[in-house]
């Protein structure tokens, strides 16, 4: 059986291909793309998929984001996030290793990657971490980890406080060729902060975070990377002082990428003022210049790639008082839907670029071969319909997660299916009940 995506604009950044035209199926793996093969004859065995008006693009890749399984599975689980990333218009997701048990030796990864096969509907590739139980005082085994399949190795949740911990983390990493993903907080600074540290957290009477905490660690693991020369990855980015540095960095040639969010190139720290706990994020939301520098930021290039840090959370840890809530903000199944909205359509950013964001670049920082459409490569596919208008339901949601800052909000440009392997995983609203 083939499939023919027929009419749709094609988008696939890594091939520098932006035109109308036709996507090949075949046996769960990209058979052509322009041509239209069997035309003439028989095509009885080719199932035809109407694209027209739609963007047809390789499939999207989020490589942060919180499945909570093993331990916490009544926040998430893998099944329940892969549906949601499938509904999200993402082909492959990063889980993250702050689980109980931690993601930090071959047994606890493999539960992980086995445990993806078993439900998932999507591809899931776990990262290790950086510690053990991440408690930043000894490494993880890496070597186990890399064997049992993971792509990249953090901390993240927590910084990895000490230097010469951070230093041999980047130079074992080194030997395996996979990037450290740096969660970058000076925790002495963030201590008991609750938004961004500045004019509206004085008016909110709300502890701050100051951008500092987050730009001394970045200039640390900066400095790390240079002595290393090891593959550093900085998560969330979300100030001005942190791109200045990571600026810097690149220039010197150091090894360095990093990601910035939906949420943080969307909404400013004055969204926290209506005391709603799905606001509460961490790094926290920041004021509009900080905002603006990230926006400038992903246009021009210096930042990577966008990622969702999908972290949802049950709704005690959210429906309570701002001080106690936890942070996290529950983002696969509305992220694409963002970046078509806030910065697609409204021109920040031109839309070859934003797939790049979502599709080549983070395969790039992950050194794995997806996010393009080139034949032979697995039929990973995301399908956009860059005029559907969806209000913002969290009930409507496969994740358990139902803590988006954006509820209620109108977005314009949704995914409308995903494919998986060349299998239909999300159509038109609703999951297919398959598994890999």
């Known amino acids: 059986m083939r499939l023919l995506l027929k009419g749709g604009r094609v988008v696939d950044p890594a091939n520098r291909i932006n035109t109308v035209t036709c996507v090949l199926v075949e046996d769960g793996k990209i058979a052509a793309v322009g041509a239209i093969p069997g035309e003439e004859g028989d095509t009885s065995d080719t199932e035809v998929i109407d694209c027209t008006g739609k963007i047809v693009c390789p499939g999207f890749i989020d490589l942060h984001a919180h499945l909570r399984e093993p331990g916490y599975e009544y926040k998430e ?3 329940t996030g892969s549906r949601a990333a499938a509904a999200g218009g993402f082909t492959t997701i990063c889980a993250m290793p702050n689980t109980n048990p931690v993601v930090d030796n071959g047994a606890v990864a493999g539960y992980v990657a086995r445990r993806a096969r078993e439900v998932g509907i999507v591809n899931v590739l776990p990262i290790g971490s950086i510690t053990k139980g991440q408690a930043g005082e000894e490494l993880s085994e890496m070597a186990e980890l890399v064997q049992a399949g ?6 993240d949740g927590k910084s990895v406080m000490k230097s010469d911990i951070m230093r041999h983390a980047l ?9 450290v993903f740096s969660h970058c907080e000076d925790i002495n600074l963030s201590a008991d902060g609750e ?15 100051p951008a500092e905490a987050e730009e001394i660690m970045i200039s640390r693991d900066a400095m790390l990377a240079k002595l290393t020369g090891g593959r550093l990855h900085i998560c969330h980015v979300s100030t001005m002082g942190s791109l200045e540095i990571i600026r810097r960095a690149k220039a010197e040639g150091i090894r360095i990428t990093c990601e910035a969010t939906p949420h943080h190139l969307t909404l400013t720290d004055e969204a926290v003022g209506s005391y709603d706990a799905v606001k509460k994020v ?3 939301l920041r004021s509009e210049e900080h905002v603006a520098a990230l926006r400038e930021a992903v246009a021009s290039g210096l930042i990577d790639c966008i990622a969702t840090d999908h972290a949802p959370h049950h709704i005690e840890s959210k429906d309570c008082e701002y001080g106690n809530a936890a942070f996290g903000i529950s983002g696969l199944e509305t992220a694409v839907a963002l970046v078509m909205d806030r910065l697609v359509h409204t021109e920040v950013l031109q839309l070859s670029k934003a797939v790049a964001l979502l599709t080549s670049a983070p395969a790039r920082i992950l050194g794995i071969e997806k996010g393009t459409l080139t034949p032979r490569r697995a039929a990973d596919i995301t399908i956009i319909d860059p005029d559907e208008v969806r209000t913002v339901d969290p009930r409507r949601f496969y994740s358990k997660g139902k803590n988006p800052p954006y509820k209620g909000m109108q977005l314009r440009g949704w995914p409308w299916m995903t494919l998986v392997a060349g299998r239909i995983v999300f159509k038109e609203g609703s999951v297919m009940e398959m598994k890999l």
Do not use: K, W
């Open 282 to 284: 961490n790094p926290p």
């Open 195 to 209: 938004m961004h540290e500045g004019f509206r957290s004085t008016v909110y009477g709300l502890q701050g975070i």
């Open 150 to 155: 993971c792509v990249a190795v953090s901390d």
């Open 171 to 179: 130079d074992y990493a080194r030997m395996f060729d996979i990037p």
């Open 77 to 79: 689980d893998i099944l």
